[in-house]
């Protein structure tokens, strides 16, 4: 399993995935799922996956090496020609629904799972930052003003304290703070899914740095906001009035 | 979908069931889930159902009607017959994975899923409270003090409260705080989840009331604590340091 989010705010873009991959219960490895397609000086593409890794790592493989056009005598197709993230996207669609067909044709009459889902964030020239979740089968939708975020893989732990605490105007400090805090409550939830966490913050402003980032085990940041999250939870649920019904 | 809690603790036990059940998105109904049933001096024996209402339901009036015995000409068997809860907890199970097989069985070809479970919990004579899931195949597990709760049916948003609030020495009034927000939460993020909620407080000492309540749309105190715990956890995550990427 996995867990990957984006956060398109007004501030910025945050993206962070883990690094688990699990082939049955009893194979663990480290994979990193955070990956940066293009860094040019106009153009700045970053994909997490979740899913079949197999899938996700042939169709990232497929537009590192071109698609084919509609004609065979075209040109391969790569991110350097798209001119908009959204056709940054339907490319990515195009080769995850590829690959996906390609590996599950194989896998058919097996019991695994060929699905697989991309984040797919960035900004090409002057556009804005925009985020996408691309579906195995090559459709896609993006990340608006009203929910600023998208997750794909194992989202339902961490996704109530992003419903909470995000909107569009969260500064940056306060959007990454929440996306660690939904990262530590599906870790704490579920063993599929563990450090290290890759990151990136991508900020709207052009000429600010991008920051990466890997959270490894020990990191002394994340341990301190987990353990500080969890005694400031228990000290709000004690400022919580107690049910009427009980001290009645 | 449904969300069912069971939370058993050194004072007592609390079992929370929400009422919507949807037969696809546009046929939303509330149907009580969360049923008493042995209310007699020397047994209190409550259930809580998630899944196919179909089957949970004719399980239940199986278990009424009463179960047959090993041979046509023994008298059928209730639940004011059960010796022990270990014993109800098999009757209940028997009565679930064969309304399972009855039913599946005519479901067979279409795409209707007849999986569902319960979650049993009670006393019976001087025996200490306890509290199972019973899955559709009629096995059981028992909640122990380690985990002191178990959850049926949409369990992951409302799962990490309880994994950070809850130990064995909790005190009945934390209890309910940390199961009704874990309620709030999985209402917020999944549609399928709504009040009212049916919730049943049973202290571990005999002569303490046994509490219910049904908590409706607009109950005042849900719609506190509601409020109250959105802005307690906005204040906290405001106490977590920033990144120190982000403030290098």
Known sequence: MTYCVGLLVEAGLVVIADTRTNAGIDNISIFKKLHILADESDRLIIAASAGSLSVTQSALSMIEEGLPGDHDSDPLHTLDDARTMFRAAQ???????????AIGATLHGTS???SASILLGGRIGDEPLTLYQIYAEGNFIECQSDAPFLQIGELKYGKPILDRALTWASPLDEVVKAALISFDA?????LSVGLPLDLIIVPTDPKAPTIRRRIEEEDPYFNELSATWGRLLNEARTQIPDPPFLTA
């Open 112 to 114: 695994i799972n060929a």
């Open 186 to 190: 599906t870790i704490r939830s579920n």
């Open 91 to 101: 490319m990515v669609g195009q080769a995850l629904s590829a690959a996906k067909r």
